[in-house]
Nanobody, 115 residues
Framework: QVQLVESGGDLVQPGGSLTLSCAAS????????MAWYRQAPGKQRELVAV???????NHADSVQGRFTISRDNAKSTVYLQMNSLKPDDTAVYYC?????????WGQGTQVTVSS
C-alpha cells in the first residue's frame, strides 16, 4: 500500500519559515519524481516545486528564491524549505510522487501565513 504522509504545516507570521516533510512508503522512492503542489481556497491546485530522481529541481516563479525542494532517498522523504513566507502562500500543500503515468498524492498539510 502506497502512502505519502505530509507534516510540518502550521500557522506562521509573514516573513517566517517552515519546513514541510513528506514521508513515502510502499514505493521505490529513489525512482520517483517528487513534487509539492498547493491549493488555496477557491483556486486551482498549482505546482510549487519538483525534484527528479536524479536530483534536478525546478521551482515555480512565485516561490523562486524563497522555497527549496530537496530529497533524502535513504529516508524516502522529500522536503520543502519555505522562507520569507507571505500571506499568498497560505494553502494546503500536497506531496506528489510520479513515475511515468503513475501518480500518488498525500492527504495535504495546511500552511497559514498570517499576523
Amino acid at each position: 500500500q502506497v502512502q505519502l504522509v505530509e507534516s510540518g504545516g502550521d500557522l506562521v507570521q509573514p516573513g517566517g519559515s517552515l519546513t514541510l516533510s513528506c514521508a513515502a512508503s510502499g514505493i521505490i522512492f529513489s525512482r520517483y519524481t517528487m513534487a509539492w503542489y498547493r491549493q488555496a481556497p477557491g483556486k486551482q491546485r498549482e505546482l510549487v516545486a519538483v525534484i527528479t530522481s536524479g536530483g534536478s529541481t525546478n521551482h515555480a516563479d512565485s516561490v523562486q528564491g524563497r522555497f527549496t525542494i530537496s530529497r533524502d532517498n535513504a529516508k524516502s522523504t522529500v522536503y520543502l524549505q519555505m522562507n520569507s513566507l507571505k500571506p499568498d502562500d497560505t494553502a494546503v500543500y500536497y506531496c506528489n510522487a510520479q513515475l511515468r503515468l503513475i501518480y500518488y498524492w498525500g492527504q495535504g498539510t495546511q500552511v497559514t501565513v498570517s499576523s
